[in-house]
């Protein structure tokens, strides 16, 4: 207020336009700074409260808020457990696939350790390990055994059986595996097996090594049965066969668990298919046939005798094929001897079997004096038709035992025909391929690799050169100046 008495009126007010800040050097209106966070609580995790101090006091202790969480957390320890057993699960059959042996191994563990917690024939394992009806009756003894055997412990038939034969399968599973990849796969490396023929180099070499225990065992346990030396007489006599020694039973009941498990190989297609691959599920189907019905009818004696002529047989053409992917200087000898021992016991003895089996008559060779006698099947022995007795040596089994080893003999005779030329290949050429089915796929497979490898890189060379690529080392080649078609240097003289 002055001195006068006259009021100071106060300036005007600016227009609210006018308060917008202008830059120095132009007239453009400014943003407002945005509000700086400096100095508050820092955005984040910490904006959030405490767990303790958000829960309401009923749910202080760590329990759910409601039904619908509550279960969402009790399914989380069921999914880590769920998921924690799918990956074992992988795991052991990474495993199980990398050591085949490994299952059937564990199988055979727990099976013995079971046992041996309380051994004795009380325990229910007892007819899985050991044979089963020792001491039977009497009247089912066989009384036609040699004499040099003595008084032996006889074991009757029955169905636990087949508890023996399926342990035993096992076992032999286990042997297979893992003879083939811990002992076999080893030297097919060392000698330089190639990967297309290794598989058939560890299939020959087991079969080989199996046939060479249970040839001389066949023998062995043919001898001290009337059947010694393929007398057709003695497998008839003293018909039906209802008992026999251990050494017998055990020998018969261990090649029907080998031969099931060589089937059961086959329709797994464990091993690797060949050309003859029709014609041996045939021979297995008529192998497990024969063993079947020849023990439950009791044509056992008759039994062993085949088994030894296709064990003896079955060691040459194995050893034969692994010699020969050994390209070994002894394959070509050793092939002949295979050839006349194949001849020998799968024909020859087998013809004389099958002649066993043919309605009795006999017959003048002719040119000569010598007879040929057939049907001892009908006339040694009882030949009728008895349940009572178990008397099955009849007009209805004659037929059926006939034409199942008919069967056996056309599969070995087209076998025999491979065989034979192979060995006209021998004789001709000097060369020996694989025996008995020429056609398994180890040389043709490699021959076609090496086809599909000059294939493809005479296509590779041509891309080269399409590119302008060298084909030794596969850098480009030197830009070359050409005039009219010929090839000048870029450089002026």
């Known amino acids: ?27 453009v209106p400014r943003r407002r700074r945005k509000s700086s966070t400096l100095g508050a609580d820092p955005r984040g995790d910490t904006g959030a409260g405490a767990i303790a101090t958000n829960l309401s006091p009923h749910e202080s202790d760590g329990s759910p808020t409601s039904s619908v969480e509550r279960k969402a957390n009790e399914k989380q320890p069921r999914e880590r457990k769920r998921k924690k057993a799918l990956k074992l ?38 007819p899985f390990l050991y044979l089963s009806y020792a001491d039977p009756a009497l009247e089912e003894r066989t009384n036609t055994l040699p004499a040099h055997i003595g008084d032996v412990t006889q074991y009757g038939k029955g169905p636990q059986d087949l508890k023996f034969v399926g342990f035993y399968i096992i076992v032999f599973t286990f042997t297979r595996e893992f003879l083939m990849q811990r002992f076999i796969k080893p030297q097919g490396i060392y000698f330089g097996i190639g990967r297309s023929k ?91 046939a024969l063993i079947g019905l020849s023990y439950r009818f009791h044509f056992t004696y008759m039994g062993v005798a085949v088994y030894v002529t296709h064990d003896i047989s079955d060691f040459f053409l194995a050893t034969s094929k692994t010699l020969n992917y050994l390209d ?11 050839v006349f021992v194949w ?45 009572a007795t178990q008397q099955y040596k009849c007009w209805i089994s004659q037929p059926m035992v006939f034409l199942l080893l008919a ?34 796929g180890g040389e043709k497979e490699e021959e076609e690799g090496e086809e599909d490898v000059v294939t493809k890189s005479s296509a590779i060379e041509e891309k080269k050169k399409a590119a302008g690529l060298g084909s030794g080392n596969g850098h480009a080649k030197t830009p070359m100046l050409a005039v009219n078609g010929r090839p000048i240097s870029p450089v002026a003289e």
């Not at 055979?108 to 004795?120: C, D, E, H, Q």
């Not at 026999?244 to 086959?266: D, G, N, P, R």
């Not at 003999?409 to 391929?433: D, P």
């Open 1 to 27: 207020m002055s001195t006068n008495g006259k009021t100071e009126s106060f300036p005007a007010a600016m227009p609210q336009s006018s308060m917008v800040r202008k830059t120095s050097a132009q007239n």
């Open 89 to 126: 699960l992988r795991r052991w059959r990474r495993m199980s696939r990398r050591h085949t042996w490994l299952n059937p191994l564990i199988l055979i563990i727990v099976v013995l350790s079971a046992y041996f917690i309380s051994p004795g024939e009380q325990n229910l394992l007892h």
């Open 198 to 288: 290794m598989a058939r180099f560890l299939e020959q070499y087991y079969t080989a090594m199996y046939f060479v225990i249970f040839g001389p065992f066949g023998l062995f346990v043919m001898s001290r049965t009337p059947v010694w030396y393929f007398n057709t007489t003695g497998m008839y006599e003293g018909y039906p066969h209802r008992a026999h020694e251990a050494w017998f039973k055990a020998y018969y009941l261990l090649q029907a668990a080998y031969w099931s498990q060589q089937a059961i190989v086959l329709m797994l297609q464990l091993e690797k298919p060949r050309g003859d691959f029709k014609e041996l599920v045939l021979h297995h189907i008529v192998t497990l």
């Open 328 to 338: 070994l200087w002894l394959t070509s000898p050793f092939f002949a001897v295979f």
């Open 343 to 387: 001849a020998y016991l799968r024909h020859y003895v087998n013809l004389v079997i099958l002649k066993s089996l043919l309605p009795p008559a006999t017959y003048t060779i002719p040119f000569t004096s010598l007879t040929i006698q057939t049907g001892e099947f009908a006339i040694v022995g009882p030949y009728t038709l008895d349940f």
């Open 407 to 440: 069967a056996l003999q056309c599969i070995n005779i087209f076998w025999f025909f491979l065989i034979l030329r192979i060995l006209w290949r021998i004789l001709v050429t000097s060369k020996l391929s694989d025996v008995r089915s020429d056609d398994e």
